[in-house]
């Protein structure tokens, strides 16, 4: 089984710096994605960014430019740099992680989440 351990979140004035971590624990697949997704009040859950085993990364329109993700494979431990934080980036952050399985069998994690909230 796999376990998600987020931290790194908190209060920012707006145009501050978050770095959010996420630890991987358990099962973790040679071959997997991991990723953050985000939940602001009164929204649906969105992707932030993702980044595979191959350190190819993706990243909502929303944050290009201002976020940065990363991952240290060996640890299994992944990384959002926030920067140039705006008000609407206050959500709940979730880290992800997609385990790719033989024959096409896929199976996902979710953290626990940690909260993030810009503010003057």
């Known amino acids: 089984q796999v376990q998600l351990e987020e931290s790194g979140g908190g209060l920012v004035q707006p145009g501050g710096s978050l770095r959010l971590s996420c630890a991987a624990s358990?099962?973790?697949?040679?071959?997997?994605?991991m990723g953050w997704y985000r939940q602001a009040p009164g929204k649906e859950r969105e992707l932030v960014a993702t980044?595979?085993?191959?350190?190819?990364?993706n990243y909502a329109d929303s944050v290009k430019g201002r976020f940065m993700i990363s991952r240290e494979n060996a640890e299994n431990t992944v990384y959002l740099q926030m920067n140039s934080l705006k008000p609407e980036d206050t959500a709940i952050y979730y880290c992800?992680?997609?385990?790719?399985?033989?024959?096409?069998?896929?199976?996902?994690?979710w953290g626990q989440g940690t909260q993030v909230t810009v503010s003057s």
């Open positions: 992800n992680l997609n385990n790719q399985i033989y024959a096409g069998i896929s199976h996902t994690y």
């Open positions: 980044i595979t085993s191959a350190n190819r990364s």
């Open positions: 358990g099962r973790i697949l040679s071959i997997n994605v």
